[in-house]
Protein backbone atom coordinates (compact mmCIF):
# COMPACT_ATOMS: atom_id res chain seq x y z
CA UNK A 1 0.00 0.00 0.00
CA UNK A 2 1.39 3.04 -1.15
CA UNK A 3 1.75 6.95 1.08
CA UNK A 4 -1.33 7.98 -0.90
CA UNK A 5 -3.92 5.04 -0.14
CA UNK A 6 -2.98 4.90 3.31
CA UNK A 7 -3.28 8.73 4.03
CA UNK A 8 -6.79 8.43 1.95
CA UNK A 9 -8.08 5.33 4.61
CA UNK A 10 -6.91 7.32 7.30
CA UNK A 11 -8.61 10.45 6.44
CA UNK A 12 -12.16 8.29 5.44
CA UNK A 13 -11.90 6.92 8.66
CA UNK A 14 -11.57 9.75 11.14
CA UNK A 15 -14.45 11.36 9.02
CA UNK A 16 -16.41 8.42 9.98
CA UNK A 17 -15.88 8.44 13.37
CA UNK A 18 -17.21 12.01 14.00
CA UNK A 19 -21.11 12.29 14.68
CA UNK A 20 -23.38 15.26 12.93
CA UNK A 21 -24.83 15.72 16.25
CA UNK A 22 -21.96 16.25 18.25
CA UNK A 23 -20.41 19.97 18.59
CA UNK A 24 -16.90 20.59 17.38
CA UNK A 25 -14.71 22.46 20.34
CA UNK A 26 -13.64 25.72 19.28
CA UNK A 27 -10.22 25.24 20.44
CA UNK A 28 -10.01 22.67 17.08
CA UNK A 29 -10.65 26.02 15.10
CA UNK A 30 -8.63 29.02 14.33
CA UNK A 31 -10.20 32.19 12.56
CA UNK A 32 -7.57 34.03 10.32
CA UNK A 33 -7.35 37.78 9.68
CA UNK A 34 -9.55 37.66 6.56
CA UNK A 35 -12.44 36.08 8.47
CA UNK A 36 -12.45 32.72 7.11
CA UNK A 37 -12.04 29.53 9.20
CA UNK A 38 -9.76 27.22 9.56
CA UNK A 39 -9.33 23.66 11.15
CA UNK A 40 -6.55 22.69 13.12
CA UNK A 41 -6.00 19.37 14.63
CA UNK A 42 -6.59 19.40 18.28
CA UNK A 43 -3.40 18.81 20.62
CA UNK A 44 -5.05 16.40 22.75
CA UNK A 45 -6.13 14.01 19.38
CA UNK A 46 -4.38 11.77 17.89
CA UNK A 47 -4.06 10.43 14.13
CA UNK A 48 -5.76 7.45 13.48
CA UNK A 49 -3.80 4.37 12.08
CA UNK A 50 -5.32 1.40 10.17
CA UNK A 51 -4.52 -2.08 11.79
CA UNK A 52 -3.00 -3.57 8.95
CA UNK A 53 -1.65 -7.14 9.58
CA UNK A 54 2.01 -7.53 8.70
CA UNK A 55 3.15 -9.67 5.63
CA UNK A 56 6.27 -11.89 6.24
CA UNK A 57 9.54 -11.16 4.32
CA UNK A 58 9.64 -14.30 2.20
CA UNK A 59 12.44 -13.35 -0.24
CA UNK A 60 13.93 -15.29 -3.39
CA UNK A 61 16.64 -15.27 -5.57
CA UNK A 62 15.78 -15.93 -9.27
CA UNK A 63 17.89 -18.05 -10.84
CA UNK A 64 17.43 -16.99 -14.38
CA UNK A 65 18.59 -12.96 -13.37
CA UNK A 66 20.36 -13.86 -10.33
CA UNK A 67 17.63 -10.87 -8.36
CA UNK A 68 15.51 -11.27 -5.31
CA UNK A 69 12.31 -10.55 -5.12
CA UNK A 70 9.21 -10.71 -2.70
CA UNK A 71 7.20 -13.90 -2.90
CA UNK A 72 4.19 -12.07 -3.86
CA UNK A 73 5.56 -10.90 -6.69
CA UNK A 74 6.17 -14.79 -8.28
CA UNK A 75 3.86 -14.30 -11.07
CA UNK A 76 4.94 -10.63 -11.97
CA UNK A 77 8.13 -11.90 -12.04
CA UNK A 78 7.78 -15.14 -14.52
CA UNK A 79 6.05 -12.72 -16.75
CA UNK A 80 8.96 -10.29 -16.79
CA UNK A 81 10.87 -13.47 -18.03
CA UNK A 82 8.46 -14.32 -20.52
CA UNK A 83 8.44 -10.80 -21.54
CA UNK A 84 12.15 -11.12 -22.15
CA UNK A 85 12.08 -14.16 -24.30
CA UNK A 86 9.32 -12.38 -26.90
CA UNK A 87 11.22 -9.52 -27.06
CA UNK A 88 14.64 -11.72 -27.53
CA UNK A 89 16.43 -10.85 -24.61
CA UNK A 90 18.93 -12.87 -22.25
CA UNK A 91 17.14 -13.46 -19.32
CA UNK A 92 20.61 -11.92 -17.46
CA UNK A 93 21.19 -9.02 -19.60
CA UNK A 94 18.01 -7.12 -19.57
CA UNK A 95 17.59 -3.77 -21.64
CA UNK A 96 18.83 -0.83 -19.17
CA UNK A 97 17.07 1.90 -21.01
CA UNK A 98 13.91 2.91 -22.83
CA UNK A 99 15.77 3.60 -25.60
CA UNK A 100 17.15 0.33 -26.04
CA UNK A 101 13.76 -1.09 -25.64
CA UNK A 102 12.00 1.51 -28.06
CA UNK A 103 14.80 0.26 -30.83
CA UNK A 104 14.23 -3.59 -30.09
CA UNK A 105 10.64 -2.79 -30.16
CA UNK A 106 10.59 -0.91 -33.70
CA UNK A 107 12.78 -3.97 -34.73
CA UNK A 108 10.24 -6.70 -33.95
CA UNK A 109 7.36 -4.95 -35.31
CA UNK A 110 9.27 -4.69 -38.67
CA UNK A 111 10.02 -8.58 -38.51
CA UNK A 112 6.18 -9.15 -37.27
CA UNK A 113 4.78 -7.58 -40.20
CA UNK A 114 7.33 -9.45 -42.82
CA UNK A 115 6.07 -12.82 -41.03
CA UNK A 116 2.56 -12.34 -40.48
CA UNK A 117 -0.70 -10.70 -42.19
CA UNK A 118 -4.36 -10.35 -41.03
CA UNK A 119 -5.37 -11.38 -37.35
CA UNK A 120 -2.30 -13.43 -36.62
CA UNK A 121 -0.47 -9.69 -37.27
CA UNK A 122 -2.71 -8.23 -35.05
CA UNK A 123 -2.05 -10.71 -31.88
CA UNK A 124 1.48 -10.56 -32.17
CA UNK A 125 1.46 -6.73 -32.50
CA UNK A 126 -0.58 -7.00 -29.06
CA UNK A 127 1.55 -9.79 -27.25
CA UNK A 128 4.55 -7.27 -28.63
CA UNK A 129 3.00 -4.64 -26.31
CA UNK A 130 2.12 -6.43 -23.58
CA UNK A 131 5.90 -7.33 -23.23
CA UNK A 132 6.89 -4.38 -24.10
CA UNK A 133 4.99 -2.75 -21.58
CA UNK A 134 5.77 -4.90 -18.46
CA UNK A 135 9.94 -4.41 -19.51
CA UNK A 136 8.95 -0.69 -19.18
CA UNK A 137 7.45 -1.18 -15.63
CA UNK A 138 11.06 -3.18 -14.43
CA UNK A 139 13.15 -0.32 -15.91
CA UNK A 140 10.95 3.04 -14.88
CA UNK A 141 10.49 2.41 -11.37
CA UNK A 142 7.83 5.45 -11.34
CA UNK A 143 5.75 3.20 -13.72
CA UNK A 144 6.64 -0.17 -10.88
CA UNK A 145 3.12 -1.76 -9.73
CA UNK A 146 2.91 -3.26 -6.23
CA UNK A 147 1.35 -6.21 -5.75
CA UNK A 148 -2.09 -6.56 -4.40
CA UNK A 149 -2.19 -8.12 -1.27
CA UNK A 150 -5.35 -9.29 -0.86
CA UNK A 151 -5.33 -12.31 1.85
CA UNK A 152 -3.58 -10.03 4.25
CA UNK A 153 -4.99 -10.75 7.03
CA UNK A 154 -5.22 -14.43 6.49
CA UNK A 155 -1.75 -14.74 6.15
CA UNK A 156 -0.77 -13.30 9.53
CA UNK A 157 -2.89 -15.96 11.03
CA UNK A 158 -1.16 -18.35 9.97
CA UNK A 159 -0.71 -21.44 12.27
CA UNK A 160 1.41 -24.58 12.04
CA UNK A 161 0.46 -27.83 14.50
CA UNK A 162 3.47 -29.91 15.71
CA UNK A 163 2.60 -33.16 15.88
CA UNK A 164 3.92 -35.86 18.59
CA UNK A 165 6.96 -38.41 17.16
CA UNK A 166 7.91 -40.67 20.75
CA UNK A 167 10.21 -42.96 19.22
CA UNK A 168 11.36 -42.18 15.98
CA UNK A 169 14.90 -40.84 16.30
CA UNK A 170 15.47 -40.83 12.83
CA UNK A 171 12.97 -37.86 12.68
CA UNK A 172 13.63 -34.21 14.18
CA UNK A 173 9.99 -32.91 14.11
CA UNK A 174 6.52 -33.42 12.26
CA UNK A 175 3.99 -30.52 11.68
CA UNK A 176 0.98 -29.70 9.70
CA UNK A 177 -0.24 -26.24 8.70
CA UNK A 178 -3.81 -25.90 6.71
CA UNK A 179 -5.73 -22.29 6.11
CA UNK A 180 -8.80 -22.68 3.92
CA UNK A 181 -8.09 -19.50 1.69
CA UNK A 182 -11.66 -17.85 2.70
CA UNK A 183 -11.12 -15.20 -0.39
CA UNK A 184 -11.12 -17.95 -2.54
CA UNK A 185 -12.61 -20.89 -0.78
CA UNK A 186 -15.84 -21.38 1.22
CA UNK A 187 -15.01 -24.90 2.83
CA UNK A 188 -12.37 -26.79 3.31
CA UNK A 189 -11.67 -30.35 1.43
CA UNK A 190 -8.37 -31.32 3.11
CA UNK A 191 -8.28 -34.09 5.22
CA UNK A 192 -4.40 -35.59 6.73
CA UNK A 193 -3.81 -38.17 9.17
CA UNK A 194 -0.87 -39.38 10.81
CA UNK A 195 0.18 -42.90 12.66
CA UNK A 196 2.87 -44.39 14.28
CA UNK A 197 3.13 -47.78 13.97
CA UNK A 198 5.79 -48.81 15.94
CA UNK A 199 9.24 -47.38 17.27
CA UNK A 200 10.76 -47.03 14.01
CA UNK A 201 7.45 -47.27 11.22
CA UNK A 202 5.10 -43.89 10.75
CA UNK A 203 2.59 -43.83 8.42
CA UNK A 204 1.49 -39.82 6.75
CA UNK A 205 -0.95 -39.49 4.53
CA UNK A 206 -2.67 -36.04 2.95
CA UNK A 207 -6.20 -36.11 0.98
CA UNK A 208 -7.73 -33.39 -1.30
CA UNK A 209 -11.50 -34.18 -1.38
CA UNK A 210 -13.58 -33.92 -4.63
CA UNK A 211 -17.49 -33.96 -5.55
CA UNK A 212 -18.23 -34.08 -1.45
CA UNK A 213 -16.01 -35.15 1.62
CA UNK A 214 -17.59 -38.76 2.29
CA UNK A 215 -14.41 -41.09 0.73
CA UNK A 216 -11.53 -38.08 2.17
CA UNK A 217 -12.88 -38.25 5.81
CA UNK A 218 -13.16 -42.28 5.42
CA UNK A 219 -9.89 -42.51 4.63
CA UNK A 220 -8.43 -40.48 7.55
CA UNK A 221 -10.56 -42.71 9.96
CA UNK A 222 -10.53 -46.42 8.18
CA UNK A 223 -7.41 -46.65 5.88
CA UNK A 224 -4.84 -46.86 8.70
CA UNK A 225 -7.20 -49.93 10.29
CA UNK A 226 -7.13 -51.64 7.19
CA UNK A 227 -3.42 -50.86 6.63
CA UNK A 228 -3.07 -52.64 10.03
CA UNK A 229 -4.82 -55.46 8.73
CA UNK A 230 -2.42 -56.15 5.79
CA UNK A 231 0.77 -55.65 7.92
CA UNK A 232 -0.57 -58.75 10.04
CA UNK A 233 -1.36 -60.51 7.14
CA UNK A 234 2.30 -60.40 6.25
CA UNK A 235 3.53 -60.75 9.38
CA UNK A 236 1.75 -64.23 9.38
CA UNK A 237 2.95 -65.32 5.94
CA UNK A 238 6.52 -64.51 7.78
CA UNK A 239 6.17 -66.04 11.04
CA UNK A 240 7.14 -62.45 12.46
CA UNK A 241 4.55 -61.79 15.09
CA UNK A 242 5.67 -58.78 17.80
CA UNK A 243 3.04 -56.81 19.77
CA UNK A 244 4.01 -53.03 19.71
CA UNK A 245 2.16 -49.75 20.44
CA UNK A 246 0.16 -48.11 17.96
CA UNK A 247 -0.22 -44.01 18.61
CA UNK A 248 -3.05 -42.49 15.82
CA UNK A 249 -3.90 -39.31 15.74
CA UNK A 250 -7.09 -38.62 13.64
CA UNK A 251 -7.56 -35.12 11.99
CA UNK A 252 -10.49 -33.77 13.51
CA UNK A 253 -8.35 -33.10 16.93
CA UNK A 254 -4.56 -32.67 17.67
CA UNK A 255 -4.85 -35.22 20.63
CA UNK A 256 -3.78 -39.01 20.04
CA UNK A 257 -5.58 -41.69 21.02
CA UNK A 258 -3.38 -45.16 22.16
CA UNK A 259 -5.19 -48.11 21.07
CA UNK A 260 -3.12 -51.73 20.87
CA UNK A 261 -2.06 -53.39 17.78
CA UNK A 262 0.37 -56.26 16.69
CA UNK A 263 2.85 -55.39 13.63
CA UNK A 264 6.54 -56.20 12.86
CA UNK A 265 8.69 -53.33 11.30
CA UNK A 266 10.88 -56.12 9.90
CA UNK A 267 7.77 -56.33 7.46
CA UNK A 268 8.47 -53.16 5.05
CA UNK A 269 12.46 -54.62 4.90
CA UNK A 270 11.31 -55.21 0.85
CA UNK A 271 9.87 -52.75 -1.63
CA UNK A 272 7.75 -55.07 -3.31
CA UNK A 273 6.03 -56.13 0.08
CA UNK A 274 5.22 -52.09 0.50
CA UNK A 275 3.60 -51.77 -2.77
CA UNK A 276 1.89 -55.29 -2.12
CA UNK A 277 0.24 -54.36 1.40
CA UNK A 278 -0.40 -51.00 -0.03
CA UNK A 279 -2.44 -51.92 -2.73
CA UNK A 280 -4.30 -54.44 -1.43
CA UNK A 281 -5.15 -52.09 1.63
CA UNK A 282 -6.15 -49.34 -1.33
CA UNK A 283 -8.45 -52.20 -2.94
CA UNK A 284 -9.93 -53.22 0.14
CA UNK A 285 -10.83 -49.61 1.47
CA UNK A 286 -12.29 -48.71 -2.07
CA UNK A 287 -14.42 -51.60 -2.22
CA UNK A 288 -16.24 -50.28 0.71
CA UNK A 289 -16.60 -47.41 -0.99
CA UNK A 290 -18.36 -48.84 -3.80
CA UNK A 291 -21.48 -49.58 -1.29
CA UNK A 292 -22.35 -45.74 -1.67
CA UNK A 293 -22.64 -45.08 2.56
CA UNK A 294 -23.55 -41.57 3.32
CA UNK A 295 -23.40 -40.44 -0.44
CA UNK A 296 -26.04 -38.23 -1.85
CA UNK A 297 -25.50 -37.50 -5.14
CA UNK A 298 -27.23 -40.12 -7.75
CA UNK A 299 -24.73 -39.73 -10.60
CA UNK A 300 -21.32 -39.18 -9.03
CA UNK A 301 -20.25 -40.14 -5.88
CA UNK A 302 -17.74 -38.69 -3.73
CA UNK A 303 -13.66 -39.39 -4.26
CA UNK A 304 -10.12 -38.16 -3.24
CA UNK A 305 -6.53 -37.44 -4.10
CA UNK A 306 -4.11 -39.16 -1.60
CA UNK A 307 -0.82 -39.00 -1.22
CA UNK A 308 0.78 -40.90 1.61
CA UNK A 309 4.88 -42.09 3.14
CA UNK A 310 5.85 -44.73 5.40
CA UNK A 311 9.05 -43.74 6.92
CA UNK A 312 10.65 -47.42 8.22
CA UNK A 313 13.77 -46.31 10.09
CA UNK A 314 16.49 -44.47 7.09
CA UNK A 315 13.70 -45.78 4.12
CA UNK A 316 10.94 -44.25 2.59
CA UNK A 317 8.52 -45.47 0.73
CA UNK A 318 5.33 -42.99 -1.00
CA UNK A 319 1.88 -43.21 -2.97
CA UNK A 320 0.24 -40.93 -4.71
CA UNK A 321 -3.22 -40.87 -6.34
CA UNK A 322 -4.40 -37.77 -7.82
CA UNK A 323 -2.54 -34.24 -7.43
CA UNK A 324 -1.54 -34.50 -4.09
CA UNK A 325 2.01 -34.89 -4.14
CA UNK A 326 5.25 -35.39 -2.34
CA UNK A 327 8.37 -33.60 -2.36
CA UNK A 328 11.82 -34.64 -0.82
CA UNK A 329 14.73 -31.76 0.00
CA UNK A 330 17.97 -32.73 -0.15
CA UNK A 331 20.98 -30.96 -0.05
CA UNK A 332 20.82 -28.52 -2.80
CA UNK A 333 18.06 -30.31 -5.14
CA UNK A 334 14.55 -30.82 -4.54
CA UNK A 335 12.60 -33.51 -6.18
CA UNK A 336 9.02 -34.74 -5.88
CA UNK A 337 8.37 -38.57 -5.63
CA UNK A 338 5.36 -38.56 -6.63
CA UNK A 339 3.49 -38.58 -10.08
CA UNK A 340 0.58 -36.21 -11.18
CA UNK A 341 -2.40 -38.20 -12.37
CA UNK A 342 -4.93 -35.26 -14.24
CA UNK A 343 -5.48 -33.86 -17.34
CA UNK A 344 -2.29 -31.81 -17.33
CA UNK A 345 -0.53 -35.18 -17.37
CA UNK A 346 -0.69 -36.10 -21.86
CA UNK A 347 -0.09 -39.67 -20.61
CA UNK A 348 -3.21 -39.80 -19.09
CA UNK A 349 -5.07 -37.51 -21.37
CA UNK A 350 -3.71 -39.99 -23.95
CA UNK A 351 -5.27 -42.82 -21.67
CA UNK A 352 -8.63 -41.35 -20.62
CA UNK A 353 -9.14 -39.33 -24.05
CA UNK A 354 -9.77 -35.40 -24.82
CA UNK A 355 -13.54 -35.57 -23.81
CA UNK A 356 -13.08 -37.13 -19.88
CA UNK A 357 -14.97 -34.55 -17.54
CA UNK A 358 -12.80 -34.82 -15.28
CA UNK A 359 -9.71 -33.18 -13.82
CA UNK A 360 -8.03 -35.77 -11.91
CA UNK A 361 -7.76 -39.35 -13.82
CA UNK A 362 -6.64 -41.25 -10.56
CA UNK A 363 -8.24 -41.44 -7.12
CA UNK A 364 -10.17 -43.31 -4.20
CA UNK A 365 -14.10 -43.21 -5.09
CA UNK A 366 -15.59 -41.98 -8.23
CA UNK A 367 -18.21 -44.58 -8.08
CA UNK A 368 -21.69 -44.18 -8.58
CA UNK A 369 -21.39 -43.78 -12.28
CA UNK A 370 -20.23 -46.44 -14.54
CA UNK A 371 -19.20 -44.32 -17.33
CA UNK A 372 -16.27 -43.19 -15.14
CA UNK A 373 -15.15 -47.16 -13.38
CA UNK A 374 -13.01 -48.11 -16.36
CA UNK A 375 -11.32 -44.35 -16.41
CA UNK A 376 -10.56 -43.55 -13.41
CA UNK A 377 -7.91 -45.97 -12.43
CA UNK A 378 -6.79 -47.48 -8.99
CA UNK A 379 -3.65 -47.73 -9.79
CA UNK A 380 -1.15 -45.45 -7.69
CA UNK A 381 2.17 -44.80 -8.04
CA UNK A 382 4.98 -45.77 -5.85
CA UNK A 383 8.36 -45.07 -5.01
CA UNK A 384 11.04 -45.65 -2.58
CA UNK A 385 14.13 -43.38 -0.93
CA UNK A 386 16.91 -44.04 1.32
CA UNK A 387 17.52 -41.49 3.32
CA UNK A 388 21.22 -40.19 3.87
CA UNK A 389 22.95 -37.17 6.04
CA UNK A 390 21.95 -34.32 3.42
CA UNK A 391 17.89 -35.04 3.68
CA UNK A 392 16.64 -32.01 5.11
CA UNK A 393 12.67 -32.66 4.77
CA UNK A 394 9.55 -34.32 2.97
CA UNK A 395 7.00 -32.14 2.15
CA UNK A 396 3.61 -33.64 1.51
CA UNK A 397 1.21 -31.11 -0.21
CA UNK A 398 -2.11 -30.22 -1.26
CA UNK A 399 -2.91 -29.07 -5.09
CA UNK A 400 -3.43 -25.72 -3.39
CA UNK A 401 0.22 -25.43 -2.64
CA UNK A 402 1.91 -26.81 -6.24
CA UNK A 403 -0.57 -24.51 -8.52
CA UNK A 404 1.35 -21.25 -7.08
CA UNK A 405 4.92 -22.68 -6.12
CA UNK A 406 7.36 -24.71 -7.94
CA UNK A 407 9.97 -26.99 -6.54
CA UNK A 408 12.88 -25.33 -6.90
CA UNK A 409 11.15 -22.39 -4.50
CA UNK A 410 9.84 -24.69 -2.11
CA UNK A 411 13.77 -26.29 -2.13
CA UNK A 412 14.74 -22.42 -1.46
CA UNK A 413 12.39 -21.55 1.53
CA UNK A 414 13.14 -24.98 2.88
CA UNK A 415 16.58 -24.32 2.84
CA UNK A 416 16.23 -20.08 4.02
CA UNK A 417 14.58 -21.49 7.17
CA UNK A 418 17.07 -23.87 8.09
CA UNK A 419 19.91 -21.76 8.15
CA UNK A 420 17.71 -19.30 9.78
CA UNK A 421 16.24 -21.75 12.49
CA UNK A 422 19.84 -23.43 13.16
CA UNK A 423 21.10 -19.45 13.73
CA UNK A 424 18.80 -18.93 16.45
CA UNK A 425 19.15 -21.74 18.30
CA UNK A 426 22.90 -21.89 18.20
CA UNK A 427 22.76 -18.09 19.38
CA UNK A 428 19.94 -18.65 22.12
CA UNK A 429 22.38 -21.54 23.41
CA UNK A 430 25.18 -19.35 23.83
CA UNK A 431 23.32 -16.90 25.59
CA UNK A 432 21.93 -20.00 27.86
CA UNK A 433 25.41 -20.93 28.64
CA UNK A 434 26.48 -17.44 29.26
CA UNK A 435 23.58 -16.95 31.92
CA UNK A 436 24.43 -20.44 33.59
CA UNK A 437 21.02 -21.91 32.95
CA UNK A 438 20.80 -25.64 34.03
CA UNK A 439 19.63 -28.04 31.37
CA UNK A 440 16.24 -28.78 32.59
CA UNK A 441 15.86 -25.23 32.21
CA UNK A 442 17.45 -24.96 28.79
CA UNK A 443 15.30 -28.11 27.42
CA UNK A 444 12.06 -26.43 28.83
CA UNK A 445 12.23 -23.21 26.87
CA UNK A 446 13.88 -25.02 23.94
CA UNK A 447 10.38 -26.48 24.04
CA UNK A 448 8.41 -23.99 24.31
CA UNK A 449 10.38 -22.57 20.85
CA UNK A 450 8.98 -23.18 17.28
CA UNK A 451 10.15 -26.58 16.27
CA UNK A 452 12.09 -26.68 12.58
CA UNK A 453 9.01 -28.14 11.08
CA UNK A 454 6.91 -26.04 12.08
CA UNK A 455 8.83 -23.28 10.66
CA UNK A 456 8.65 -24.44 7.57
CA UNK A 457 5.26 -25.58 7.43
CA UNK A 458 3.74 -22.17 8.12
CA UNK A 459 6.26 -20.28 5.86
CA UNK A 460 5.27 -22.71 2.88
CA UNK A 461 1.72 -22.01 3.63
CA UNK A 462 2.29 -18.19 3.84
CA UNK A 463 4.03 -17.85 0.56
CA UNK A 464 1.17 -20.09 -1.12
CA UNK A 465 -1.05 -17.15 -0.03
CA UNK A 466 1.19 -14.47 -1.25
CA UNK A 467 1.95 -16.31 -4.68
CA UNK A 468 -1.49 -16.36 -5.57
CA UNK A 469 -3.24 -19.33 -4.41
CA UNK A 470 -6.51 -20.19 -5.39
CA UNK A 471 -7.48 -23.14 -3.30
CA UNK A 472 -6.93 -24.62 -0.20
CA UNK A 473 -3.51 -24.99 1.40
CA UNK A 474 -2.66 -28.09 3.25
CA UNK A 475 0.88 -29.16 3.94
CA UNK A 476 2.72 -31.80 6.08
CA UNK A 477 6.31 -31.70 6.54
CA UNK A 478 8.61 -34.38 8.38
CA UNK A 479 12.24 -32.76 9.00
CA UNK A 480 14.71 -35.22 9.75
CA UNK A 481 17.69 -35.41 12.68
CA UNK A 482 20.97 -34.74 11.12
CA UNK A 483 22.61 -38.11 12.58
Given at each position: ??D??S?F ?13 T ?9 S ?11 E????V ?20 H ?27 L ?38 R ?11 I ?11 H ?11 S?AV ?8 R ?5 L??FS ?8 F???DA ?21 F ?7 E??T ?7 T ?22 D?Q ?19 E ?5 WS ?5 S?I ?7 M????DC???V ?13 T ?15 L ?14 D??I???P????L ?8 I??G ?17 R ?25 E ?11 A ?5 C????A ?14 A???Q
Amino acid sequence: MNDKESSFETATTTVKSIKLDTPVPVSSYDISEEGSIAQTPSKEEEPVVPDVPLVPDLRLRCKLCKEFYHVAETRQHKEYHKALEFMKFQHDEPPLSLDHLLKRRLGLIRYLKEKNTGFALYHAIEKLDASFDRIRRKIDISRHLEPKIINREEVSRVRAHSLPIPWNQDVDSVAVCLTQNKNYRSTTTNLWSFSSLSESVDHFSLCDADHGLNAAERFTTEFNEILIEEFNLLMKSKENETTTTRTTTTRTSISPTITPTTMSSSSLSNYRDFQQIYYNSLKKFDQNLRYGENEKSNSLWSGCSTVSVIQYGRKIFMANLGDCQCLVVRGKKEFFLSEVHTTKNKKERKRVGKNFPLFRTRGVGYHGNKNFDSSIMLAPHTASLNLDDTCHCIVLGSPGLWESLSAATIGDLVRQNIAKYTYKISEKKIQLDDLQVSSAEHEQIHAEEKTMAQKMSECLVQAALLAGSTSNITTLVVAFSDQ
